[in-house]
DNA sequence: AGCTCATCTGAACAGGTCTTCATACGACGG
DNA sequence: CCGTCGTATGAAGACCTGTTCAGATGAGCT
């Protein structure tokens, strides 16, 4: 769970190879809860309908059915998306009347999103293709990172 | 591009309050496939066991049992997920006889890595709990809870 | 008060994702 | 050449996620 001493297990089921590499990368990772928390933010801009919402908010405040038709999502959905969104305390809700206006409350994550569309910007299509062999890009760009 | 002449569609059953800002948005929002694209990447970092060997990664190369080893997960899970890091060119595996050594392919993801793990440092846990959890901790730890 | 509007909520379904088991491939060692 | 090792792959299963439909809540208007 926690501390486990880094036991060069050769006798369990897992074989390794550079056990100090293993031992060293076992010390940097955070904590468990860390990364299952960043995970989940991670998780949440992964959905293109929350992703758009959330890039629609980067120009300030919205009501919900604004958010739903600048996005193209039934409101219901963009509800439900919002709900979980505050609930990760990515966005907050500011209620005037029957209206209900969110805003971006996360500066970590609009600096995710800013540093996103900077990429999109400069950066042709992704070959968002699974199993193709990268036969013709097999050779790597070269350079030992260690 | 794909120009939507923004038609203020009172006649559709989608209700608009600030049609200006739902153009606006509209046009600054990156086209479905881009928009599509990097949801997808996201939602590769928003799985806490893919995430983790991206961690791990970021300290250099390493074969699949190392980083099943150095991350608690099977060695064939950590295939599958390689494989699919793969397919979006976010790793890249080098062959060394039996051995397949994978190392961060893309410096827009190492970027997010960073900038994450910049955040875990100097932030609190997070409530990543969702609307029903109030448990013992029902007074929030201090902020603004609601 | 009664009605409409904007949003929220709950349940159910469809679809996808992740893990595991079993097996196949290619590479090394004897 | 054959056995073993490291990895890759396929299929099956459990699990989770996102959308939709229906109804509920609360605020404003006549």
Same mark, same amino acid.
């Given at each position: 769970m926690s501390a486990v001493p880094v036991e060069?297990?050769?006798?369990?089921? $897992?074989?390794i190879v550079d056990a100090e590499r293993v031992a060293? $990368?076992?010390?940097?990772? /955070?904590?468990? %809860?860390?990364?299952?928390?960043?995970?989940? !933010?991670?998780? =949440? =801009?992964?959905? /293109? %309908?929350?992703?758009k919402l959330l890039v629609a908010l980067l120009e300030g405040e919205m009501c919900v059915c604004d958010l739903a038709a600048a996005c193209g999502q039934g409101e219901s959905a963009v509800s439900h998306q919002l709900r979980l969104l505050r609930a990760h305390r990515v966005v907050i809700s500011r209620r005037s %009347?029957?209206?209900?206006?969110?805003?971006?409350?996360?500066? &970590? !994550?609009?600096?995710?999103?800013?540093?996103? =569309?900077? &990429? =999109?910007? &400069?950066?042709?299509?992704? /070959?968002t293709t699974l199993p193709a062999a990268p036969s013709t890009t097999a050779a790597a760009p070269g350079g030992t990172p260690r």
């Open positions: 060069s297990d050769s006798s369990c089921g $897992v074989r060293a $990368v076992r010390g940097a990772l /955070p904590e468990e %809860g860390r990364v299952a928390d960043a995970a989940a !933010v991670f998780a =949440l =801009l992964g959905d /293109p %309908g929350r992703l %009347g029957r209206m209900a206006y969110y805003r971006l409350a996360d500066a &970590h !994550v609009r600096l995710l999103l800013d540093v996103t =569309l900077a &990429h =999109l910007e &400069h950066a042709e299509p992704e /070959p």
